[in-house]
T-cell receptor, first 112, second 115 residues
Framework: EPEVTQTPSHQVTQMGQEVILRCVPI?????FYWYRQILGQKVEFLVS????????KSEIFDDQFSVERPDGSNFTLKIRSTKLEDSAMYFC??????????FGPGTRLTVL | AQSVTQLDSQVPVFEEAPVELRCNYS??????LFWYVQYPNQGLQLLLK??????LVESINGFEAEFNKSQTSFHLRKPSVHISDTAEYFC?????????????FGTGTRLLVSP
């Protein structure tokens, strides 16, 4: 069964450093998403991406964040200058039609 | 804007007992409704969904949820839980009137099943 994959599973970085979180969505999916879950809190929407552009973003998704689909398979989230409060589990999701979003296993980002 | 309320942060229950996890939502437009489950140290898995049609939806592992439009609820139930059902359960909604469909999640309910 096809699945969404994410790498790395755990990323530790120093405050102020740039990180890139990588996702490989399911191959025939058209809509792509990033969500995050701060420890003990709810899952929050960050951004949705369709047809090679951002379709919607939350207020969390400020200028420090960017997304890219550099080729036909990868979907990346870049945080330019990480802050302590960026520590969270980041989930990638993809969807084909007006139906469920399939989530990856997540990348745990720890900012020191 | 949409919002989802899961009033119970934690629900302890004994194995083979019934359980109900509550979910209420608020939205000015029509929504799709979802329950996702997160097992320890894993990602989110879709448990069941309501898109249209019958208001009672069922999962393959015995869970069911009923969409109640008048009460804006989508409570999750199981008549007899197993130890393996121990997990975090998230209720979520998505607007139907847009193709982009971001999910808005509740705060989650931790189901703790003990022997």
């Amino acid at each position: 069964e096809p699945e969404v994959t994410q790498t790395p599973s755990h990323q530790v970085t120093q405050m102020g450093q740039e990180v890139i979180l990588r996702c490989v969505p399911i191959s025939n999916h058209l809509y792509f998403y990033w969500y995050r879950q701060i420890l003990g809190q709810k899952v929050e929407f960050l951004v949705s991406f369709y047809n090679n552009e951002i379709s919607e973003k939350s207020e969390i998704f400020d200028d420090q964040f960017s997304v890219e689909r550099p080729d036909g398979s990868n979907f990346t989230l870049k945080i330019r200058s990480t802050k302590l409060e960026d520590s969270a589990m980041y989930f990638c999701a993809s969807r084909r039609t007006a139906d469920e979003q399939f989530f990856g296993p997540g990348t745990r980002l720890t900012v020191l | 804007a949409q919002s989802v309320t899961q009033l119970d942060s934690q629900v302890p229950v004994f194995e083979e007992a019934p359980v109900e996890l509550r979910c209420n939502y608020s939205s000015s437009v029509s929504v799709y409704l979802f329950w996702y489950v997160q097992y320890p140290n894993q990602g989110l898995q879709l448990l069941l969904k309501y898109l249209s049609g019958s208001t009672l939806v069922e999962s393959i592992n015995g869970f069911e949820a009923e969409f109640n439009k008048s009460q804006t609820s989508f409570h999750l139930r199981k008549p007899s839980v197993h130890i393996s059902d121990t997990a975090e359960y998230f209720c979520a909604v998505a607007r139907t009137n847009t193709g982009f469909q971001k999910l808005v999640f509740g705060t989650g309910t931790r189901l703790l099943v003990s022997p």
